[in-house]
């Protein structure tokens, strides 16, 4: 029986590509580079490591221009962020709040250190939530961090939810079922534990599992 529930953040609670977006072309300006990020091109980076987002996104700069680069956006975008948050899908704290009467509730994102507490702190999520980790506190992937969190906070029966293959992928190296948010902003190339269509649903589809 599960025991605990771990969360992806980006396309499984909230949506913050829009104030990504004008943070980072805002960095981007004030270093005299022109804008070149949209919701369009930013989309297929979500969860992956800053390294790589910065790989795709500012291609025709050296690996320690992109790093300045990087630094630079995540500044703005702490800042804007902390001020703004991001959009929750409809229902969430709701249903936040009913799963934690049944289940622990955790964060595993591959993001930098202050993005999940912008979610926690803005949205005021932070007593739903136990423990969280990300790639930026730790250096690690995502599986790594899963199997973190579930080590540190001795869980029995965890599932993973999340929106991309690579969460997916995410969960089944640390040995855990995934649950797929179908509407976020991924696929996945095989077959889900679970099927999520819309966050509200989710008390259902664990009591129907």
């Not at 390294?51 to 795709?56: F, L, S, V, Y």
């Not at 690996?63 to 500044?75: A, D, N, P, W």
């Not at 423990?131 to 995502?142: A, H, S, V």
């Not at 969460?167 to 902003?185: C, H, M, T, V, W």
Request: contains cysteine.
């Amino acid at each position: 029986m599960i025991d605990s529930i771990i969360f992806d953040l980006d396309g499984t609670l909230w949506d913050s590509r829009e104030g990504i977006v004008e943070a980072w072309n805002g960095a981007v300006e004030a270093m005299g580079i022109a804008p070149t990020v949209t919701v369009e091109n930013l989309t297929p980076c979500m969860g992956l490591p800053l390294d790589e987002i910065a790989e795709r996104l500012f291609p025709g700069n050296s690996r320690e221009k992109r790093e300045k680069i990087i630094e630079s956006c995540i500044t703005y975008q702490s800042n804007l962020l902390n001020k703004k948050g991001g959009k929750l899908y409809p229902g969430l704290i709701e249903t936040l709040k009913t799963l934690k009467r049944d289940y622990r509730l955790f964060i595993v994102s591959n993001c930098q250190i202050g993005y999940i507490e912008s979610f926690l702190g803005f949205h005021k999520t932070g007593e739903l939530f136990e423990d969280f980790e990300n790639n930026g506190r730790t250096g690690l992937l995502k599986a790594e961090n899963i199997s973190l969190i579930i080590d540190r906070n001795a869980l029995k029966a965890p599932v993973y939810v999340g929106d991309t293959e690579t969460d997916r992928q995410a969960a089944e190296k640390a040995g855990i079922p995934f649950i797929f948010a179908l509407y976020g902003f991924g696929t996945v190339k095989k077959e889900a534990a679970a099927v999520l269509a819309e966050f509200s649903a989710f008390p259902k589809i664990l009591r129907n599992s």
